[in-house]
């Protein structure tokens, strides 16, 4: 069993296009993330939910929605795609980001590449 | 300026070597810290906490530097199979309505080609 899963694992897309990737993590985490991972292979947290609620919020473009229905998925739509927006996104999860629980670990989903031409 | 900074690399050595990597975080308010590990083309996965007193998992060992705000990744007796991108992350809390929240920052790796 995957324990975060991400799809779609390719995208390719228009400039100007609307897509979303969804991600799902069966590991009982009560916080969620995106990772934006560009060409020079930087991994930047775009946000983070911690039990459905937005506790990071980078600054990241607003064409850059993220959703979170329940605890165990965290999905991000991004309106108007530019060629920037090409990298590989990355979902994770962890215990908690508050204190208490807090053992550093980040479970990582596989990643989705999304290329905009 | 950046939260962690890693030297790039790559480092390319031959199997069976001894390979040291540095990395240096700016806030000095930093908790906790990892090295992390990304294959090509994979997603990152947690290779080993790094503790005060320095600790070791087989081959690896990892130290920290509080007062220098510098952490190292010592690999001894290198495989084929350590190849990959190596990450330094660092935790940060910080408080944020009330509650603390840990904030994990990473390097942008340094990359290890071990050779036969």
């Known amino acids: 069993d995957t324990a975060v899963s991400q799809t779609p694992k390719y995208l390719v897309t228009q400039m100007g296009n609307d897509k979303s990737i969804k991600c799902e993590q069966n590991?009982?985490?009560?916080?969620m993330y995106w990772y934006k991972q560009d060409s020079k292979k930087f991994l930047k947290i775009m946000f983070s939910?911690?039990?459905?609620?937005?506790?990071i919020n980078e600054t990241v473009p607003n064409r850059f929605s993220p959703k979170s229905p329940d605890k165990a998925h965290l999905n991000l739509h991004i309106n108007s795609l530019e060629l920037g927006d090409s990298a590989v996104y990355f979902c994770?999860?962890?215990?908690?980001?508050?204190?208490?629980?807090?053992?550093?670990?980040?479970?990582f989903g596989e990643g989705s590449r999304l290329t905009v031409l | 300026r950046k939260e962690v900074e890693q030297d790039p690399g790559p480092f390319n050595v031959p199997e069976g070597a001894t390979v040291a990597f540095n990395c240096t975080y700016s806030?000095?308010?930093?908790?906790?810290f990892f090295w992390y590990r990304q294959d090509c083309r994979k997603e990152p996965k947690l290779l080993m906490s790094?503790?005060?007193s320095g600790n070791e998992d087989g081959r690896f060992t990892a130290q920290l530097n509080r007062a220098s705000q510098y952490i190292s990744l010592l690999i001894r007796d290198s495989k084929l199979s350590d190849s990959a991108t190596y990450l330094c992350v660092v935790n940060i809390l910080v408080k944020d309505r009330g509650s603390t929240l840990g904030r994990l920052y990473f390097g942008r790796g340094t990359q290890l080609t071990v050779w036969p």
């Open positions: 994770a999860s962890s215990q908690s980001r508050t204190s208490g629980k807090d053992t550093g670990e980040l479970f």
């Open positions: 790094v503790y005060s």
């Open positions: 590991l009982g985490h009560d916080t």
């Open positions: 806030n000095s308010a930093s908790q906790s």
């Open positions: 939910y911690n039990n459905k609620e937005l506790i």
